[in-house]
């Protein structure tokens, strides 16, 4: 699985190159005003936009803000025209910008890949979408894992903090046991009004389970990046689906490398060292 960092942060993007398990970079507007924020009064955005494309070896994700295929097709050029010297821009373009015209994204994907020019489809918040998507001819899909748990919890009123774990395995086997206490019919429509899921996927991590099954079925090119990461315990369970990529924030990539039980380790070797084997290193 190869892993990209979820930053438009440069000194985060710098710090996490260094640690050699870094293979490209996703950004979008939100993360972009951030990260611009301590840099405004030493170089334009474009100049920033420029180094973070400069810095990184892999892909690096840049959004439109469009809504309109003609749009979105006119500013995917643009980032690429700008931005792509090294050849690892790759265009982020949300999947459905309107309810009323939904296709403007599927349509502006399939256009710029027609062009050449790569495409990220973002905001993907189920397996049909993703599977519309690949159809397309999308080089990558960004199902969002974080966003999918945190609909689930409002739903159902479960308080979370964003960086949360969500245990949707335990939400499964409670629904399961309220069906199987007593008669099953009764239990039906007594828990029928409750929404225990997004139309049968129980967590993020079930929605790109679901896409990585699809595409592997039907064997998509689509590369498939596992986005809006929260926690580790999520990385361990999309690196188990075998997904193509993780795009990670750095909090959660630092948490991902310490344990407990690895610190009690190396202090206790570092206490038993005796002199005689020092001495080796002398």
């Known amino acids: 699985m190869k892993i990209f960092i979820d930053t438009a942060d440069i000194d985060e993007i710098i710090e996490a190159k260094k640690w050699g398990v870094v293979d490209g970079v996703t950004t979008n507007p939100t993360l972009i005003k951030i990260a611009f924020e301590k840099f405004r009064n030493r170089m334009s955005m474009e100049d ?28 995917a050029r643009i980032l690429n ?9 790759v265009i982020k373009i949300p999947i459905c910008t309107s309810p009323e ?14 062009e050449g020019i790569k495409t990220n489809a973002t905001l993907v918040m189920s397996p049909t979408q993703a599977l519309l998507v690949a159809k397309a001819g999308g080089s990558y899909v960004s199902p969002f894992v974080g966003r999918i748990d945190d609909y689930i919890r409002d739903k159902l009123g479960i308080k979370y903090g964003k960086w949360d774990y969500y245990d949707y ?5 409670i629904e399961e046991r309220m069906l199987e206490a007593g008669d099953i019919l009764e239990a039906y429509k007594k828990n029928s009004g409750i929404n225990y899921s997004d139309n049968g996927l129980y967590s993020g991590v079930d929605m790109v389970k679901s896409i990585v099954n699809i595409y592997r079925a039907y064997k998509f090119k689509t590369r498939i990046i596992a986005a809006s990461i929260r926690n580790a315990r999520q990385v361990r369970e999309i690196a188990e689906l075998g997904v193509d990529i993780a795009t990670i924030p750095f909090s959660v990539l ?23 084997y020092r001495k080796i290193f002398m």
């Open 48 to 75: 920033y936009i420029k180094e973070i494309c400069k810095i990184v070896d892999g892909p690096v994700s840049l959004e439109v803000k469009g809504f309109k295929e003609e749009e979105m097709i006119k500013e």
């Open 81 to 89: 025209e700008k931005f792509n010297e090294k050849n690892n821009v």
């Open 101 to 114: 015209e939904p296709f403007e994204g599927v349509k502006a994907i399939k256009k710029l890949e027609e």
């Open 169 to 173: 395995n335990m939400v499964r086997k």
């Open 254 to 276: 630092k948490e991902m490398i310490v344990h407990q039980k690895t610190e009690e380790g190396v202090k206790k070797f570092f206490e038993d060292t005796v002199e005689e």
